[in-house]
């Protein structure tokens, strides 16, 4: 079946520039079938997506963070990433890579999250 | 950006009962309306999609309804395993854009 699986530091200082892997299992990215985004979780914000990003490479990105996040893929590793520039605390909590399911509403497929710190 | 609002933020109700949780749309979404199941320590899981389609798996005891600015999400007969965090979720096609409700924790009473 399908699985994503988050990676990334953990840990980062605050003007930092947070990079997030989500490997696909289960599906090509290259098929063109879905979008794949990124969401974020924290206790202040609560769920707050981020962007997306097509097989063609076509992006979307929350209009709040276009200034400092972008998504890009690589189709032969199968894998999607996430980088979120000058880093903050605000940026901190669980960052989620999901699948978008049937005409692009909805969020049918999730990881299971990387926690993701901002310390001095 | 569509603000989506939940009520209420907490429900206290027992195993057996049936339990409706709203959430509100700022503008209107058509049927644009997801709901999920988020249980501590794990990701969200998918409910609801186009504010009355059962995914994949989902149990028939969840059911959702509603259109425009108003929607809910339905639990006939709560079972123990049912008490966790639901978010409802809108898509905004013409900006893209996808927010989120504040939340409902299901507490057991």
Known sequence: QVQLQESGPGLMKPSETLSLTCHVSGASLSSGANYWSWIRQSAGEGLQWIGRIYASGRTDLNRSLRSRASISADTSSNQFFLRLRSVTANDAGIYYCARLGWMDTHFDLWGQGTVVTVSS | EIVMTQSPATLSVSPGERVTLSCRASQGISNNLAWYQQKSGQAPRLLIYGASSRATGIP?????????????????????????????QQYDHWAPMYTFGQGTRLEIQ
């Open chain 2, 60 to 88: 028939a005891r969840f059911s959702g309804s509603g259109s425009g600015t108003e929607f809910t999400l339905t639990i006939s007969s709560l079972q123990s395993e049912d008490f966790a965090v639901y978010f409802c």
